[in-house]
């Protein structure tokens, strides 16, 4: 009779995407009814994405997408983890132009306003996935930076806030700083 014998592993493994459902473009992926936050890496490759649709009275869904660069496709699916943060581009730009250029880089809660701050000129980030899922994200591009976080106020982005501290302390920022805005 044969032996058969049970592994178990600390992770579980993860499937691969099914890239025969993956899309070439984005809006493809998602329609036309969704807003589209594309995670770039730091040399501006494809690597996530998150989509936005507001529903109206106050709620909203959202989805993420994969790019899976053997197949050139985006898949919907998350990546899990490792994904760049938001801007990322942007931010390596500013690290390698010398001595950090912008004396602050602010990190907020969520692609909209990560945009809009960015609009006003402001150098600023997030994380993918919401509140909860800050851990998801290098941190690593904010290594010697000198972070400000404006939460939101609610406690999921209390929770957030200290997230973020605790993330790019363990990447070794320069400083952290939470803005109260109560």
Same mark, same amino acid.
């Given at each position: @009779?044969?032996? +058969?014998? @049970?592994? &178990?592993?600390?992770?579980?493994?993860?499937? *691969?995407?099914?890239?025969? &459902?993956? &899309?070439? +473009?984005? @809006?493809?992926?998602?329609?036309?009814? #969704?807003?589209?936050?594309? #995670?770039? $890496?730091?040399l501006g490759e494809p690597v996530a994405a998150a989509a936005r649709r507001d529903l109206g009275n106050g709620k909203k869904t959202f989805r993420q997408a994969t790019w899976l660069p053997d197949d050139e496709v985006w898949v919907q699916k998350g990546k899990g983890s490792e994904v760049p943060l938001f801007n990322a581009p942007a931010l390596a730009a500013d690290k390698a132009s010398g001595p950090l250029a912008a004396d602050y880089v602010l990190v907020v809660e969520g692609e909209r306003c990560a945009q809009a701050c960015a609009e006003l000129g402001f150098l600023c980030t997030t994380s993918i996935g919401g509140s909860n899922a800050a851990h998801k994200s290098d941190w690593s591009l904010l290594e010697d930076v000198h972070v400000v976080i404006i939460p939101d106020c609610d406690d999921p982005g209390s929770k957030y806030a200290?997230?973020?501290?605790?993330?790019? @302390?363990?990447?070794?920022?320069? $400083?952290? *700083?939470?803005?109260?805005?109560d």
């Open positions: @009779t044969p032996i +058969t014998r @049970t592994i &178990k592993t600390e992770k579980p493994i993860e499937a *691969k995407p099914d890239a025969s &459902k993956g &899309k070439r +473009t984005l @809006t493809e992926l998602f329609g036309t009814n #969704y807003e589209i936050y594309r #995670y770039p $890496s730091e200290q997230n973020v501290v605790q993330l790019c @302390t363990e990447a070794g920022a320069a $400083s952290v *700083k939470i803005v109260d805005l």
